[in-house]
């Protein structure tokens, strides 16, 4: 155990938490690393300080963490902040772990006292604790030192490091894909203190599953196979949309901003494709019931996702919305996005919406319609997981899922007028048109009544944006 290393943190304590509390970049980074476990994962914490944020948002999150710290104090601290997760008094030179043990491990500034003998042992350490298909994320200060006196939040401390380009190299050498390298500054919040600059690399071991189960392709247990295409009828879509937040227009339009060859797979109304052509100049949507024009910023061609009707590689990026449940086939559909992606090109990206786990909107349709009708439930997660798959064994394996909050608004005046018009506007959704239609309505009249009366004028209508790319440094 180094006690030299601890000592200025047992003298810090709960100030060395105040003073990079705010870090952007290691929020930015456990957002990134989120986006990618699978649900239930194991992360180790090496350096853990007080636990936060790093610790408290990954056991938040329901992952199972382990944290490490040489400081006593604060393993002390960390455990009475964070007891969802649990902390060992350790210097990680000596940690015992077994070999492919954590999906992750994250290491925020665990070096800066560490002599350059020590630190590509350690490095080779981590690395071996990650497993296939796992990920490590690690921050430094680049410092191209060894031994350097300085004094850091008041303490004398003995400083070594490596130039920022060292970390990244070190970790594609040692057989990482490293998709993240990036130096950035950040004055902490103590006195005296001034800009320090800081390197954070993402990296992911290759192999493993082809795509890990994330908690937002639940509910778990999935189903073994794909219910079977939903009908899209404009008529059932188009009084729901209008009553649709669409809080996931301009998160998609986000997602491919950096795009300029953009498709939009079951473009429908049109409204995402409006959002992504005014980001990018264009796009263009395929869509069985369009026919080909050319409008204003907006291509429309006839043509299913089993059979999309471009080249391989015609675009940079392509768009599937709330479009999965109608496919006849959802392997070939999703291959065949793969297809007409160019996933050569350094920005290429596939962006996938379905309904979250916790939706209330599926649930309600699920338990009260699918029965009426006869048919099994829709499972946005299973589509989800299943189009992970598919895109991992074509070479787009870097995949991260978000929530994307919606509401279905009801904002008339008597609840009964609510719950009236919300078991229409559900039973229309995916059932228009059925024989059982009048049933499901008056069935869906009862559920929602008691949701109505305590005053809620909204359904929760979460998404789940998926976004999968080939394993490459970001642009």
């Known amino acids: ?53 790093a610790a408290a948002r990954l056991a938040a999150a329901g992952f199972g963490v382990t944290g490490i710290d040489v400081s006593a104090t604060m393993v002390q601290i960390a455990a009475r ?56 994320l690690l921050a430094a200060v680049p410092l191209d030192a060894e031994d350097r006196a300085i004094t850091w939040l008041g303490q004398p401390v003995r400083a070594s490091g490596l130039p920022a380009p060292a970390y990244a190299e070190r970790l594609t050498a040692a057989g990482l894909t490293v998709l993240h390298a990036r130096v950035s500054e950040f004055v902490p919040d103590y006195p005296g203190m001034g800009p320090e600059r800081h390197v954070f690399c993402y990296a992911r071991r290759p192999g493993g599953p082809p795509a890990p189960a994330h908690e ?37 339009a986000n997602a491919v901003a950096g795009n ?37 910023q907006l291509q429309l061609t006839p043509g299913r996702a089993e059979r999309l009707p471009f080249r391989d590689g015609a ?3 392509v768009v599937a919305a709330w479009t999965l449940h109608h496919a006849d086939d959802l392997v070939t559909s999703v291959a065949e996005m793969a297809r007409v992606c160019d996933a050569a090109h350094p920005a290429a990206r596939i962006v996938v919406v379905q309904g979250a786990p916790d939706s209330q909107v599926t649930a309600l349709i699920n338990e009260v319609c699918a029965p009426i009708a006869g048919e099994p439930p829709s499972h946005q997660g299973f589509l989800l997981g ?38 229409e506007t559900l039973a229309s959704l995916w059932y228009h048109g059925h024989p059982r239609h009048r049933q499901m309505r008056k069935a869906l009249v009862q559920r929602t009544r008691e949701h109505f009366a305590g005053g809620a004028t909204t359904l929760r209508a979460d998404g789940v944006m998926m976004t999968a790319r080939p394993p490459r440094l970001d642009p």
């Open 81 to 136: 902040q964070v007891p969802g997760a649990r902390f060992h008094h350790a210097d990680v030179r000596d940690f015992a772990a077994e070999p492919g043990g954590y999906d992750a491990v994250v290491a925020f500034f665990p070096f800066l006292q560490m002599p350059r003998r020590d630190l590509d042992r350690v490095l080779a350490r981590m690395i071996s604790w990650v497993a296939p298909g796992g990920h490590l």
């Open 315 to 317: 675009f940079d990026a």
């Open 216 to 252: 937002l392709c639940g509910p778990h247990p999935l189903p073994e196979r794909h219910r079977g295409p939903l009908p899209y009828v404009p008529a059932g879509w188009l009084p729901f949309e209008r009553r649709l937040d669409r809080g996931d227009v301009h998160v998609v």
């Open 1 to 53: 155990m180094d006690h030299t290393a601890a000592r200025p943190f047992d003298a810090l304590g709960e100030r060395y938490e105040r003073a990079y509390g705010h870090l952007r970049e290691r929020h930015a980074a456990l957002d990134w690393l989120c986006a990618r476990l699978p649900a239930g994962a194991r992360v180790l914490d090496v350096g853990c300080g007080t636990g936060r944020p």
């Open 386 to 423: 299943r189009a992970a798959t598919v895109l991992s064994r074509h070479g787009y394996t870097d995949v991260a899922f978000r929530r994307v909050p919606l509401n279905v608004r009801f904002p008339e005046r008597e609840p009964s007028q609510r719950a009236g018009l919300a078991a």
């Open 260 to 296: 300029t060859r953009v498709l939009d797979v079951g473009g429908g109304s049109g409204t995402i494709a409006r959002a992504i052509a005014a980001r990018t100049g264009d796009c263009v949507i395929v869509d069985p019931g369009v026919e080909a024009v050319t409008l204003k």
